[in-house]
């Protein structure tokens, strides 16, 4: 009756143990835990509820956040692997209907971090092709998903990690090989060593896409910085975007409204209101992120024009929107910290220049501590409103 992987010894490593499992698992839930919290961050800050605050400085945060959030999903590529390959003789334990129920709640949770794994890695691709989902709302629940089996799985596990952990021999083994010698540490060492070494080389090999000086040794990073037009990657091009001629035209007006005001102005009219300078990033949600020098007006400047006071500012919010007449970011909102910060720009200049039509001609919005995505380009409307 027993072929197959249902021999009795049909999984001979030694290696496989409920420690070694343990090992992989903490390390496993950690990292797992981390892209869980900066991916809900990275999604309250785009879709924020009422009670969520979201502030304009450190400058860099989100950078940061979603920096980490890309790097510890891709660390877990291997880590994933190893326990997955030190479980997985269980799927074949006898008899097989036994554990049913055990191995279906198990299947949910690793069907759900594959999932995440390997959207995510689609995305930092940008190779949508094979998701014929929206990425950002799949990746979002499904993320709801694998830390509700996780907390799950945890509840269930816990014991036989304590056990494994606690009592160094003998060890239990997985494998239904019998009288087994105990596996030395230092082959579990090793193993657990080469996993985490190569948790490394990828990190390593795709932080250049948000540290520059790791920049020419990234070879997995798809945007890197110091590429593109101005030395700054480009997400969306004016063409692929329809936008080129609309951005290109002479007769280009930029509106801007709230208070009960209109003012309409043309390039040569912003270029004439104060013009100031701040080093920003662009921080994608994929994972890579570049800094600007931009130049331009202060969006609180404009807001000023309306009559806006200080505390409309701050409980305020201004709505941008592009000359796109269609996509997903072609509006963003811009809240109150942000609205009243001083570096938030309609930026006109980049690096001293014009804005290349990539990069935003005429005008593009850039703010502190906000996602790429909500740094709109080619504005053609700026909303200011007061919440009070
Ligand atoms: N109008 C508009 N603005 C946009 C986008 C877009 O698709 N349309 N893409 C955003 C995204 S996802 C990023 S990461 C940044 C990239 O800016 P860059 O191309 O100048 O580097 O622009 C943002 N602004
Ligand atoms: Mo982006």
Same mark, same amino acid.
């Given at each position: 009756?027993?072929?197959?992987?249902?021999?009795?010894?049909?999984?001979?490593?030694?290696?496989?143990?409920?420690?070694?499992?343990?090992?992989?698992?903490?390390?496993?839930?950690?990292?797992?835990?981390?892209?869980?919290?900066?991916?809900?961050?990275?999604?309250?800050?785009?879709?924020?509820?009422?009670?969520?605050?979201?502030?304009?400085?450190?400058?860099?945060?989100?950078?940061?956040?979603?920096?980490?959030?890309?790097?510890?999903?891709?660390?877990?590529?291997?880590?994933?692997?190893?326990?997955?390959?030190?479980?997985?003789?269980?799927?074949?334990?006898?008899?097989?209907?036994?554990?049913?129920?055990?191995?279906?709640?198990?299947?949910?949770?690793?069907?759900?971090?594959?999932? =995440?794994?390997?959207?995510?890695?689609?995305?930092?691709?940008?190779?949508?092709?094979?998701?014929?989902?929206?990425?950002?709302?799949?990746?979002?629940?499904?993320?709801?998903?694998?830390?509700?089996?996780?907390?799950?799985?945890?509840?269930? =596990?816990?014991?036989?990690?304590?056990?494994?952990?606690?009592?160094?021999?003998?060890?239990?083994?997985?494998?239904?090989?019998?009288?087994?010698?105990?596996?030395?540490?230092?082959?579990?060492?090793?193993?657990?060593?080469?996993?985490?070494?190569?948790?490394?080389?990828?990190?390593?090999?795709?932080?250049?896409?948000?540290?520059?000086?790791?920049? *020419?040794?990234?070879?997995?990073?798809?945007?890197?910085?110091?590429?593109?037009?101005?030395?700054?990657?480009?997400?969306? /091009?004016?063409?692929?975007?329809?936008?080129?001629?609309? *951005?290109?035209?002479?007769?280009?007006?930029?509106?801007?409204?709230?208070?009960?005001? /209109?003012?309409?102005?043309?390039?040569?009219?912003?270029?004439?209101?104060?013009?100031?300078?701040?080093?920003?990033?662009?921080?994608?949600?994929?994972?890579?992120?570049?800094?600007?020098?931009?130049?331009?007006?202060?969006?609180?400047?404009?807001?000023?024009?309306?009559?806006?006071?200080?505390?409309?500012?701050?409980?305020?919010?201004?709505?941008?929107?592009?000359?796109?007449?269609?996509?997903?970011?072609?509006?963003? /909102?811009?809240?109150?910290?942000?609205?009243?910060?001083?570096?938030?720009?309609?930026?006109?200049?980049?690096?001293?220049?014009?804005?290349?039509?990539?990069?935003?001609?005429?005008?593009?919005?850039?703010?502190?501590?906000?996602?790429?995505?909500?740094?709109?380009?080619?504005?053609?409307?700026?909303?200011?409103?007061?919440?009070?």
């Amino acid at each position: 009756m027993r072929r197959g992987p249902f021999r009795p010894d049909a999984f001979p490593s030694a290696l496989r143990s409920t420690r070694l499992t343990s090992q992989l698992g903490i390390a496993l839930g950690v990292a797992f835990l981390v892209c869980f919290l900066t991916g809900l961050i990275s999604h309250l800050v785009q879709h924020p509820p009422r009670w969520f605050w979201w502030p304009s400085e450190p400058a860099g945060l989100y950078r940061f956040t979603q920096g980490l959030h890309v790097a510890t999903g891709l660390a877990t590529v291997p880590l994933l692997g190893a326990k997955l390959w030190s479980v997985y003789p269980r799927l074949f334990t006898w008899p097989p209907l036994k554990h049913a129920a055990e191995r279906l709640s198990v299947v949910v949770l690793v069907a759900a971090a594959l999932f =995440q794994l390997v959207s995510g890695l689609l995305n930092v691709a940008h190779e949508y092709r094979p998701m014929p989902f929206f990425f950002t709302t799949a990746h979002y629940w499904a993320g709801w998903l694998v830390i509700g089996a996780l907390l799950v799985h945890v509840g269930v =596990q816990l014991p036989v990690v304590r056990e494994a952990l606690r009592s160094r021999a003998p060890r239990v083994r997985l494998s239904r090989g019998h009288g087994a010698p105990p596996v030395p540490d230092a082959d579990r060492r090793q193993l657990l060593l080469t996993v985490g070494a190569a948790a490394g080389v990828i990190t390593v090999a795709t932080l250049g896409q948000t540290v520059r000086p790791l920049a *020419a040794i990234s070879a997995l990073a798809p945007r890197r910085p110091g590429t593109g037009p101005q030395g700054l990657p480009v997400n969306r /091009t004016a063409a692929a975007a329809g936008v080129r001629d609309a *951005a290109l035209d002479p007769g280009y007006r930029l509106t801007v409204t709230g208070f009960g005001r /209109t003012v309409e102005l043309s390039l040569a009219d912003l270029a004439a209101l104060p013009q100031h300078t701040t080093v920003l990033p662009i921080a994608c949600v994929e994972g890579w992120s570049a800094v600007g020098t931009w130049s331009g007006v202060r969006l609180r400047d404009l807001a000023g024009l309306l009559g806006a006071d200080e505390a409309d500012l701050t409980g305020g919010e201004a709505e941008v929107e592009s000359l796109q007449t269609a996509g997903r970011y072609r509006t963003s /909102t811009v809240a109150g910290p942000h609205l009243a910060d001083d570096r938030t720009l309609i930026a006109l200049r980049l690096g001293g220049e014009p804005l290349a039509v990539d990069h935003g001609y005429p005008a593009r919005l850039i703010a502190p501590n906000r996602p790429g995505v909500m740094q709109t380009k080619w504005l053609t409307r700026v909303t200011i409103r007061s919440l009070r």
